[in-house]
C-alpha cells in the first residue's frame, strides 16, 4: 500500500513539476538563432527581474505555420513575435492577430522602420549578401558572378520556405532590372541548390561542402570572428534587408508584459545588445558590430512592399518551381 | 452478472472497465480519429489533391528505397554479428554485443550528426589525418544511399536479436545427431542451421524494414538539406507550412506509412507461408564451433565494424563538439568547452528539454507501470474472452510510425475537449499521452511475461487467507514481478528519453524535448551546440544501458533485450 501510495505521489508530484514548467509569464517565438534568442532573453530579463521568458525558435516560415496551427486550434501559445520580415507581420496586422501599441522608444526610430499604428517595430538591419570559402576560387563581388562557370555546383542558399529572410531576398532580386527570375534560373541552371535556412548556408559553406553561400550578414562575419575559414562581401549591385520586427499577439494574456518586451528592444539596452552580438542595430546613433563596413556604405536594394504582400505564395511557388527538388 | 463473475474471480469490479478505459484512451480512440480523417478525406476528394500530386510519388519511391536497402543493409550486419556470435568461440561475446546494441539505442538524429561529422570535407577527424575532401565535395551521406546506410547501422541490432532468439532456439539433438552421422561443421551449418534460422531472419528483416519506413531523425537531418524526402519527413514538411487542408493530407500520408509498414510485414509472412518451422526436441544453447586460425581474423572483423559504426562516428561527434567554430581544425589550442557551458548553463531551451524529457519519460514509465500491472494482472489472470484483443490493440501504437501516432493525437485533440472545453494541444500533456500510448506495449510486455512466470496457487492461499485484491498486489504479485517492472521502467525511460518523431510534431513553447533540442539547434546552424548536447545524450543512453545490464541477472529471461 506504501509503495502504491508513493508511486501515485511521485507521478502526481512529476505531473505538477512538468504542468509548471508550462506557466510563463510571456511566451517569444523568435527567428534569431538559439544563442542570439538565448542573449535577447537573458538581457530582457535583467532589465525586468521577475518577468519569466519562455521562447520558441524555428525558421520564420515554420514559427508561422506553428502559430497557425495554434490558432486553429484555438490555443496560441505566443505572446511576442521577433521575426524576420515586416512583410509577414503586415499580413497579420491585416488579420487582425496583432495588438497595437505606441512604445515611447519609438520616437528614436526613423518612421520606415515602424508602423504608424504601433502594430510592429524594426528592430535591426539583417541584409543578405555573399559569403564563400577561403579556399574558393574566385572572390565573387557580383550576384551574377554566382552564375559564372567556375561557381558551378559549388552555390548554396536559404530556402524561402525556410527562411523569412531568403523569401524577402528572392522577393527583392526578383524585382531588380537585370537580375529577375531569370537570374535564379541561371543559378538553378548553375547547379546551384536551395534548401534548409541560413543555418545550414553556413554549415555547408564553412565545411567545405559548397564554396558559395547566399546567407544574411551576421552568420558569416561572426565565425569568421571565431576562426571559421569565410569571408562574407556585399555585392556590389547592393543587398536586399530584412528588418526583424517585434509585435504583439492580439491574443496575448499577458499585456503588460509584452509591451515591456516590445519596449525593451527598442530601447538603448535592448538595441546595444543587438550590437554586441553582432547584428546591425536599427535605433538611431548607434555604431555598426565589428566586420562591417558603416551604415552608410551599404548598398540597399529596394523591395516593393505592397507587392511582396501581395506575392508571397506565387513568388513562393515560383522559386520553389525553378529550383524543384530531384531525387 | 459481470460484476458477480468478478468478484467470484477474486478480482475488484472496477478493473475490467479500467483495463477497457486504458485501451479506449491510448490505442482505439486516436487511432479511429485518424482512420475517420483518412476515410473522410478520401471520399470527399480532400485526400485526391495530395494523392493526385506528382511531389508525393517521389517520396513513396525514397521511403521504399531506403528502407529496402536498410534493411538489406541490416541484415548483412546484424545477421554476420547474430551468426558469429552465438555459433562460434569468439572472445569477449557479451561486450562485442554490448556495442551492437549501442546504436539502436541512441537517437538517430544523433547517429545522423555523428556520421555528419565524420564524413564530408569538414570532417575533423579526416582533417587530423589529412584525408578530407577537396572543396566543393559533396556530402555522400546526403543521398539515398547515406540514408539506406545509416538506416542499415541504426536497425542492424534488430536483425540481431531476432536471429539470435531464433539460433539459440535451435534443436540440439538435431546438430548433434549430423554431428555423429559425420557431418562436417560446414554441413552443419548449411543444411540444419541457416535453413531453421530462416524465421528469425525474416522477422528480423520484416522488423527492420517497418523501422525504416517510420524512421524520421536520419532522413530528416540527412534527406532534407538534400531535398530527398521520405515520407516522414514530407508529413513534417506539410505540418510545417500549415494551411487549411493539412490535416486530412497528412492523414492521407500517415494511412501511406501505415500501408508501406503492414506490406513489410505482409511479405515475411509470404517468405515463411507454407513452411512448418515447428521443431521438436529440446532446444538451447548448441555447442559452439570452433573456428581454430580463423577465429583471429572474425574477431578483427568485428572489431573493425563495431570501430566503424561506433567508435569513429562518436569521436567525431565529440571532435565536433569541442570545435570552436564549424569549419575550424580540432587541434588542443582550438579545443574549447564553449558550447558544453553553453548548453549546460547558458541556453534556457537546453535546461527546459532536460526538465521535459527526464520529466515525461519517468512520468511515462511509472504511469505505464500502473496500467501494465494492473492490464497484465487482467490479461493473464481474468480468464476474459477479450484478452487477446486487448493485448492486440495495446500492441498498435507501438507497431506504428512515430509520425502517424503523433497526427493521430493531433487530430483527436486538436479541438478542445468536451465538457471542460480546453485544448491540451501545444501543451505538454498531449505528448505525455501521445507516449503513453506509444510505448504501453514496451511495458507491457516484460510484466506480462513475469506475470505468467507467478504461480497461481500462491494468490489462491493468500484469497482463502481472506487477502483482499490491494493486499494480494502489494504483498504477493508486486514484489514478485518487481524486477520485471524495475526492468520495463527503464526500457520505457530509455527509449522516451531519446525520442524525436512524435515530440517533433507535438511540441511547442516550452514543451522542447532532448531529441527536438538537438534537431532544432542543428537547424539553427549551431552545429557544436547539438553536437555537444548529443554527447551528453550518448552518455546519459551508455549509462541507463550499463544499469540493465548490472540489473540483467535478476531479471527474467527476455527482459533486457541483448541478453540470452
Redesign the interface.
Known amino acids: 500500500?506504501r509503495?502504491?501510495l508513493a508511486?501515485?505521489t511521485?507521478?502526481a508530484a512529476?505531473?505538477l513539476?512538468?504542468?509548471a514548467?508550462?506557466a510563463?509569464d510571456l511566451?517569444l517565438?523568435t527567428s534569431q538563432?538559439?544563442?542570439d534568442a538565448?542573449a535577447t532573453?537573458?538581457g530582457f530579463k535583467a532589465a525586468n527581474p521577475g518577468v519569466d521568458v519562455?521562447?520558441?525558435?524555428?525558421?520564420t516560415?515554420?514559427i508561422m505555420?506553428?502559430l497557425?496551427?495554434?490558432i486553429?486550434?484555438?490555443?496560441p501559445?505566443?505572446d511576442v513575435l521577433l521575426i524576420a520580415d515586416t512583410v509577414t507581420l503586415e499580413r497579420m496586422k491585416q488579420a487582425g492577430q496583432l495588438m497595437a501599441y505606441k512604445s515611447p522608444e519609438a520616437a528614436n526610430f526613423d518612421a520606415t522602420l515602424y508602423d504608424a499604428d504601433g502594430y510592429y517595430y524594426s528592430t535591426k538591419l539583417i541584409t543578405t549578401g555573399i559569403m564563400y570559402?577561403t579556399?574558393?576560387s574566385m572572390k565573387p563581388q557580383s550576384w551574377k558572378d554566382l552564375a559564372k562557370p567556375e561557381a558551378k555546383?559549388?552555390v548554396t542558399m536559404p530556402s524561402p520556405?525556410a527562411s523569412g529572410a531568403a523569401l524577402i531576398h528572392a522577393q527583392t532580386l526578383a524585382s531588380v532590372p537585370g537580375l529577375g527570375w531569370d537570374f535564379y534560373r541561371l543559378l538553378k541552371a548553375n547547379g546551384a541548390?536551395a534548401?534548409?535556412?541560413?543555418?545550414?548556408v553556413?554549415?555547408?559553406v564553412?565545411?567545405?561542402?559548397?564554396?558559395y553561400g547566399v546567407v544574411v550578414d551576421y552568420?558569416p562575419i561572426r565565425?569568421k570572428a571565431?576562426?571559421?575559414?569565410?569571408e562574407f562581401v556585399f555585392p556590389e549591385e547592393g543587398v536586399s534587408a530584412v528588418t526583424e520586427p517585434a509585435a504583439i499577439l492580439a491574443s496575448t494574456k499577458h499585456v503588460e508584459a509584452a509591451k515591456k518586451f516590445i519596449d525593451y528592444v527598442l530601447s538603448d539596452k535592448g538595441q546595444e545588445g543587438f550590437l554586441k552580438l553582432g547584428y546591425i542595430p536599427a535605433r538611431n546613433g548607434m555604431g555598426v558590430p565589428a566586420g562591417f563596413p558603416s551604415r552608410d556604405k551599404i548598398k540597399l536594394l529596394p523591395i516593393q512592399a505592397p507587392e511582396a504582400l501581395k506575392n508571397s505564395g506565387s513568388d513562393v511557388k515560383t522559386f520553389s518551381d525553378i529550383f524543384a527538388?530531384?531525387? | 452478472m459481470k460484476r458477480f463473475r468478478s468478484s467470484a474471480n477474486g478480482q475488484p469490479g472496477w478493473l475490467f472497465p479500467f483495463v477497457i478505459a486504458a485501451i479506449m484512451v491510448l490505442s482505439v480512440l486516436p487511432l479511429g480519429r485518424l482512420a475517420a480523417t483518412g476515410i473522410v478525406s478520401a471520399f470527399s476528394g480532400g485526400g485526391r489533391g495530395v494523392l493526385t500530386d506528382p511531389g508525393l510519388w517521389q517520396p513513396v519511391y525514397n521511403t521504399v528505397a531506403t528502407s529496402f536497402f536498410g534493411m538489406i543493409a541490416a541484415v548483412l550486419l546484424g545477421g554476420g554479428f547474430a551468426l558469429l556470435l552465438t555459433l562460434f568461440d569468439i572472445r569477449h561475446k557479451r561486450l562485442l554485443g554490448f556495442l551492437f546494441m549501442l546504436p539502436t539505442m541512441i537517437p538517430p538524429q544523433v547517429t545522423a550528426l555523428s556520421w555528419i561529422s565524420m564524413m564530408g570535407p569538414s570532417s575533423t577527424v579526416l582533417k587530423a589525418i589529412g584525408m578530407a575532401p577537396p572543396l566543393g565535395s559533396p556530402q555522400p551521406l546526403y543521398s539515398i544511399s547515406g540514408i539506406a546506410f545509416l538506416f542499415g547501422v541504426q536497425n542492424a541490432a534488430l536483425v540481431f536479436l531476432s536471429l539470435r532468439a531464433g539460433l539459440l532456439a535451435l534443436p540440439r539433438d538435431a546438430v548433434e545427431a549430423a554431428r555423429l552421422a559425420g557431418a562436417s561443421s560446414f554441413q552443419v551449418l548449411k543444411d540444419i542451421i541457416l535453413p531453421l534460422s530462416l524465421p528469425g531472419f525474416a522477422a528480423g528483416a520484416a522488423i527492420a524494414f517497418v523501422s525504416c519506413v517510420g524512421n524520421f531523425g536520419i532522413p530528416a537531418i540527412l534527406g532534407i538539406p538534400a531535398s530527398i524526402y521520405t515520407l516522414p519527413t514530407l508529413i513534417y514538411a506539410k505540418f510545417a507550412a500549415f494551411d487549411a487542408g493539412t490535416f486530412a493530407d497528412i492523414s492521407v500520408l500517415s494511412a501511406l506509412i501505415g500501408i508501406l509498414s503492414v506490406l513489410g510485414l505482409l511479405v515475411e509472412s509470404r517468405v515463411l507461408r507454407g513452411r512448418d518451422y515447428r521443431v521438436i526436441g529440446l532446444s538451447g544453447q548448441i555447442a559452439v564451433f570452433r573456428l581454430g586460425r580463423w577465429r583471429v581474423c572474425a574477431e578483427v572483423l568485428l572489431w573493425l565494424t563495431i570501430i566503424v559504426i561506433l567508435v569513429l562516428p562518436l569521436t567525431a561527434l565529440v571532435a565536433s563538439s569541442l570545435a570552436p567554430a564549424y569549419g575550424v581544425p580540432l587541434t588542443p589550442a582550438s579545443a574549447t568547452l564553449h558550447a558544453y557551458q553553453e548548453i549546460l548553463f547558458r541556453q534556457a531551451v537546453t535546461q527546459t528539454a532536460f526538465v521535459n524529457s527526464i520529466g515525461l519519460s519517468m512520468t511515462t514509465a511509472i504511469g505505464l507501470l500502473l496500467v501494465s500491472v494492473l492490464m497484465g494482472y487482467f490479461l493473464v489472470r481474468g480468464g476474459s474472452r477479450y484478452a487477446g484483443l486487448i493485448s492486440a490493440l495495446a500492441d498498435i501504437p507501438y507497431a506504428l510510425p512515430g509520425v502517424v501516432l503523433a497526427v493521430a493525437f493531433i487530430l483527436l485533440f486538436a479541438a478542445p475537449l468536451p465538457v471542460v472545453g480546453i485544448s491540451i494541444y501545444g501543451t505538454i500533456w498531449i505528448i505525455l499521452l501521445a507516449y503513453l500510448s506509444s510505448f504501453l506495449a514496451v511495458s507491457l510486455k516484460p510484466v506480462t511475461s513475469a506475470f505468467r512466470q507467478v504461480d497461481s496457487s500462491l494468490e489462491e492461499a493468500a484469497r482463502l487467507a481472506g487477502a483482499g485484491f490491494f493486499r494480494r498486489m502489494t504483498d504477493i504479485m508486486v514484489p514478485l514481478v518487481a524486477p520485471a517492472a524495475g526492468a520495463s521502467v527503464i526500457l520505457v525511460f530509455l527509449i522516451a528519453c531519446n525520442e524525436l518523431t512524435v515530440s517533433a510534431l507535438l511540441w511547442s513553447a516550452g514543451t522542447q524535448t532532448l531529441g527536438v533540442a538537438i534537431y532544432n539547434l542543428d537547424d539553427s546552424g549551431s552545429f557544436n551546440l547539438a553536437s555537444a548536447l548529443s554527447v551528453l545524450v550518448v552518455i546519459m543512453v551508455i549509462a541507463m544501458m550499463l544499469l540493465l545490464e548490472a540489473m540483467a541477472k535478476r531479471l527474467p529471461k527476455g527482459v533486457v533485450p541483448w541478453h540470452s
Do not use: C, H, T
Open positions: 500500500m509503495n502504491r508511486a501515485f511521485a507521478v512529476l505531473g513539476a512538468v504542468g514548467a508550462q510563463a511566451v517565438y538563432p538559439n544563442e538565448q532573453v537573458d519562455q521562447w520558441v525558435r524555428d525558421g516560415p515554420q505555420a506553428k497557425n496551427a495554434e486553429a486550434a484555438g490555443n501559445a505566443a570559402n579556399q574558393a555546383g559549388l520556405l541548390i534548401a534548409g535556412g541560413n543555418g545550414a553556413l554549415k555547408s564553412a565545411s567545405g561542402e559548397k564554396a552568420m565565425e571565431k576562426g571559421a575559414p569565410i527538388s530531384k531525387g
